[in-house]
């Protein structure tokens, strides 16, 4: 059971960026998924989160319209689009499944058991 992040990078600010994460070795269409993000000294923070069909998105409110979290069953991945990037977007990103619902989109943390390796995202002025 596992998770691969990737499409982290150095971008300028206003910029774009879309991350990728996999999961391989397990059912992936029944989860939620959740992308979140940790910058250096603070606390790993919720970014967005997606039910199992897609159907129910939330993001936190620093990234609304800005990010669009999305997924693709068929091949076990979930996207983070960013645009419009910001300094303050800087931080390493992970992703992560939550197996308790197919529905709810949590936001706090714990409650997501399978996490990726985080990918480095970050945003020059």
């Known amino acids: 059971v596992q998770l691969q992040a990737s499409g982290g990078g150095l971008v300028q600010a206003g910029g774009s960026l879309r991350l990728s994460c996999t999961g391989s070795g397990r059912t992936f269409s029944n989860s939620v998924m959740g992308w979140f993000r940790q910058a250096p000294g603070k606390e790993r923070e919720f970014v967005a989160g997606i039910s199992w069909n897609g159907s129910n998105t939330i993001y936190e409110d620093s990234v609304k319209g800005r990010f669009t979290i999305s997924r693709d069953n068929a091949k076990n991945t979930v996207y983070l689009q960013m645009n419009s990037l910001k300094p303050e977007d800087t931080a390493v990103y992970y992703c992560?499944?939550?197996?308790?619902?197919?529905?709810?989109?949590?936001?706090?943390?714990?409650?997501?058991?399978?996490w990726g390796q985080g990918t480095l995202v970050t945003v020059s002025s």
């Open positions: 992560a499944a939550d197996d308790s619902y197919r529905n709810l989109v949590r936001v706090h943390r714990y409650a997501y058991e399978v």
